[in-house]
Structure formats: C-alpha cells, structure tokens
C-alpha cells in the first residue's frame, strides 16, 4: 500500500508538530511509517464505509478472488 503524498490537519498534529526530525531524509521515513501504520491501518475513512484503507483493500481483494472463482468455466 502507498503512502498519501498529503497531510491533515490532524496528521499534522498527530506525527508533523509533536516530534523533533534529524533531518529531511528522517522526517520523510518518520511520516511514511507514521502513514502507514497509524493512518493506513486503524484510522477510519467515511469514503470506505467507515473502515480503514487497509481492512477495506482486504476485504476488496477477497471479494475479486472469490468473484473471479466463481466465474471460471467448469472443465
């Protein structure tokens, strides 16, 4: 899964403000794994019907193997 190339304000808040970075190439890693972990992972999204990126793409693909099971012509 990819990171989101944009901030929220609670994003912000939550990793950007709270936290002292070494340098760019830190904080770049810092915010890609904060993304990632937190923000891909348990955050909830309206747009996915309340539940977040990660759970939503695991129920997606399971939904297209098991659709794409049953469409397969029988031998």
């Known amino acids: ?3 989101i190339l ?3 304000p609670r994003q912000k808040a939550e990793e950007v403000h709270a936290k002292t970075y ?3 190439d830190h904080a770049r890693r ?3 794994a904060f993304i990632e972990s937190v923000y891909n992972e348990k955050r909830l999204h309206s747009a ?3 539940k977040p990126p990660a759970e939503f793409e695991a129920e997606l693909a399971a ?3 098991t659709t794409q099971n049953r469409t ?3 031998p």
């Open 1 to 3: 899964m990819s990171a």
């Open 6 to 8: 944009t901030t929220t």
């Open 22 to 24: 070494i340098d760019l």
């Open 30 to 32: 810092q915010i890609g």
């Open 48 to 50: 996915l019907g309340y």
């Open 63 to 65: 939904l297209t193997t």
């Open 72 to 74: 397969k012509p029988c």
